[in-house]
C-alpha cells in the first residue's frame, strides 16, 4: 500500500505562485511514474501534468503548459508542481496519484492517489 500526502495548496491572488509537494510512502518510490491530477466543483477529474520514473520526461496539459512545472526527487520520495502565473479557472481540488506503470494521463491507470488539497485563486 502506498500513500501519498499533499501539501502546499491554499489562496492566491490570479498571477500569483504556489509550490504543490507530494510526499509518497513506497520504498519502489523511483519505479512510479506519478501524476497531478485536479478537479473542479461540479466537473470531472482532469490530468494536469506527469513525470516519468526517472524524471526525465513530463507533459503537461494545454491548459497548463508554459506556466506549470513538474518535478521529483526521488531521493526525498517527493513529487513537486509549481504553478505559475495561476488564473481563477486553475481553482481546484489538486490530487497526486501514483502508478506503476508508464506515463499515462488517464486517471483510471493510476492506482494510488492523495487525499487532495485545495487551491483557490482569486480574480
Known amino acids: 500500500q502506498v500513500v501519498l500526502v499533499e501539501s502546499g495548496g491554499g489562496l492566491v491572488q490570479a498571477g500569483g505562485s504556489l509550490r504543490l509537494s507530494c510526499a509518497s510512502s513506497a520504498r519502489t518510490f523511483s519505479r512510479n511514474t506519478m501524476g497531478w491530477f485536479r478537479q473542479a466543483p461540479g466537473k470531472e477529474r482532469e490530468f494536469v501534468s506527469m513525470?516519468?520514473?526517472?524524471?526525465?520526461?513530463?507533459n503537461y496539459a494545454d491548459s497548463v503548459k508554459a506556466r506549470f512545472t513538474i518535478s521529483r526527487d526521488n531521493i526525498k520520495n517527493t513529487v513537486y508542481l509549481q504553478m505559475d502565473s495561476l488564473k481563477p479557472e486553475d481553482t481546484a481540488v489538486y490530487y497526486c496519484a501514483a502508478r506503476t506503470g508508464p506515463m499515462s494521463n488517464i486517471a483510471h491507470d493510476y492506482e494510488y492517489w492523495g487525499q487532495g488539497t485545495q487551491v483557490t485563486v482569486s480574480s
Open positions: 513525470i516519468s520514473r526517472s524524471g526525465a520526461s513530463t
